[in-house]
């Protein structure tokens, strides 16, 4: 049977940093004033391995798990992912693998990926403006290389989507010409309301467009129609353009929060489970895989874990704020 935590959520889906690296350094993720070249990233021996990582994995499936998905930092960095992928496909219960991306690596792997078992990926786009885009990742990269990483996803024949991180003063004149652009596309384009993860963002409640600003900007160019959810706990909320443009959707962790069907528990790369993407602190299992702990014993450990869980930091976010100080775990390490 499914574990429930404190406040009766079941564990239904695992979220794996693969790696703390990145080849961005987005303003409002991995900024390069604190991920400079002075900034240090884990050594390999510290990141779980891919078996360690299956093995987390396949203890969580069998307390619920169906649902995977790839982050980082950028998952495409770390060498032969395909292989984690195909042991994870093997895990009994599991139903679904996806991965999230920058974009800007996935044109040269998309086909080993979908070969391995893979089966959507979310790319993160922030803008089309090759000039925005450069002043959002920080880096000498064209918008072109995420859009050819889409292309060869598509041709492979993996689900995809694609998600817009909006903040003010930043990018939201990008907000319609990327509804415009993904619009009949087949890809369902999804915006983010900016989250104050981590400490190194320097997040301001100002500077959040919220979801129902950006939906009325929209429907007021392409008039939009609400959608059931696909399932209980998704993160979007779904619209249709109701000339039959497609989907497109709503992440609205700070205007509207959804931590009360939440499902998700992270594990970081170097092997510590986080059961809110706002922790302060993660649980290590890293030192129990390399002390040689049975797998019935790892899968009763993570039950505990997940079974003394209450987070609700969105729904609490001005007093969780005020006590959580600047040791919030980035998101760089455990992912969107």
Not at 287 to 303: H, K, M, P, Y
Not at 307 to 323: C, I, P, T, V
Request: net charge positive; with cysteine.
């Amino acid at each position: 049977m499914p574990v429930l935590d404190r406040l009766q959520r079941p564990l239904r889906d695992l979220r794996i940093s693969v790696t703390d690296r990145c080849n961005f350094r987005c303003v409002y993720c991995m900024p390069r004033e604190v991920f400079g070249p002075q900034h240090k990233f884990m050594p390999r021996h510290e990141i779980l391995s891919f078996e360690e990582l299956a093995r987390v994995a396949g203890a969580a499936a069998e307390l619920g798990v169906e649902k995977i998905r790839l982050t980082g930092g950028e998952p495409l960095l770390r060498t032969e992912l395909p292989q984690l992928i195909e042991l994870l496909t093997a895990i009994p219960g599991v139903q679904d693998i996806a991965l999230t991306t920058n974009g800007s690596q996935l044109a040269r792997h998309a086909e080993a990926l979908k070969a391995a078992g893979l089966k959507r990926v979310t790319v993160s786009l922030d803008a089309l403006d090759p000039d925005v885009f450069r002043r959002i990742t920080d880096v000498k990269v064209e918008p072109s290389a995420v859009h050819e990483g889409i292309e060869a996803a598509t041709r492979a024949g993996l689900g995809v989507k694609i998600n817009m991180v909006v903040k003010r003063g930043l990018n939201e004149e990008q907000i319609l010409p990327m509804a415009g652009h993904f619009r009949n596309s087949g890809h369902v384009l999804r915006f983010i309301e900016f989250m104050d993860v981590g400490a190194s963002n320097h997040w301001q409640k100002q500077q959040v467009i919220t979801a129902a600003e950006l939906r009325r900007m929209i429907d007021a160019r392409w008039p939009l129609g609400a959608v059931d959810p696909n399932y209980t706990g998704e993160v979007a909320k779904r619209y249709r353009y109701r000339d039959g443009g497609g989907e497109i959707g709503f992440i609205t962790s700070i205007s509207q929060p959804f931590c009360g069907d939440c499902s998700r528990l992270r594990l970081s790369a170097e092997g510590r489970l986080y059961t809110c993407l706002f922790a302060r602190k993660g649980f290590d299992v890293r030192g129990l895989l390399r002390q040689g702990i049975a797998d019935d014993e790892l899968q009763e450990r993570i039950g505990k874990i997940w079974m003394q869980r209450a987070d609700r930091y969105s729904e609490l976010r001005s007093k969780a704020r005020a006590s959580a100080g600047d040791d919030r775990i980035e998101m760089s390490y455990i992912g969107g």
